[in-house]
């Protein structure tokens, strides 16, 4: 699998995952910073009160260093990530639960996406890896229109993605 995925990543520019699983998500930035391939990740919490559009880059931060970022509480995790009194303590991905929600509201993770694919094509040299975090929620909680929060994803000093 390793040698077609490196293969296909001759021939592309940027990649997107939408898997929501930290497992694929590694393993492809992983692949794409080997080929020199920017990636961007999106996913929407299971409460629907937020997300996030990622971009792993060059000699910014990887997936692992983004957990270490949220549970460092150096960038402040999409809200409703750890909603549930029944959280487990693993990252998301195929044994966590799905999100309840209208299409709709994924729609505004799509479109950032895509803004940011435009974005990171149209650059002679891509940002830095960066989380465009999404909330649904004001900060009492209360719903509220869509805002987004930039922070740069620097490489973790305990990661070894360096």
């Known amino acids: 699998d390793n040698a077609i995925l490196d293969k296909l990543l001759l021939e592309v520019d940027l990649v997107i995952d939408a898997s929501a699983s930290y497992g694929v998500t590694s393993l492809l930035d992983a692949q794409c910073r080997q080929a020199n391939v ?39 995790p999409p809200p409703g990530r750890n909603d549930s009194e029944h959280d487990l303590i693993q990252p998301p991905g195929c044994a ?43 900060e009492k909680g209360a719903p509220c229109p869509p805002s987004w929060r930039i922070d740069i994803l620097p490489k973790h000093p305990d990661c070894s993605c360096g």
């Open 38 to 76: 920017p990636l961007i990740s999106v996913f929407a919490t299971p409460t629907l009160k937020g997300g996030a559009v990622v971009l792993h880059y060059g000699d910014g931060g990887c997936p692992t260093c983004l957990e270490h970022a949220w549970c460092g509480g150096t960038i402040l």
């Open 96 to 138: 966590e639960r799905t999100f309840s929600g209208a299409s709709y509201d994924l729609q505004e993770l799509s479109l950032q996406t895509v803004r940011l694919a435009v974005e990171t094509l149209s650059k002679e040299e891509a940002d830095p890896s960066l989380v465009q975090t999404l909330s649904f929620v004001d």
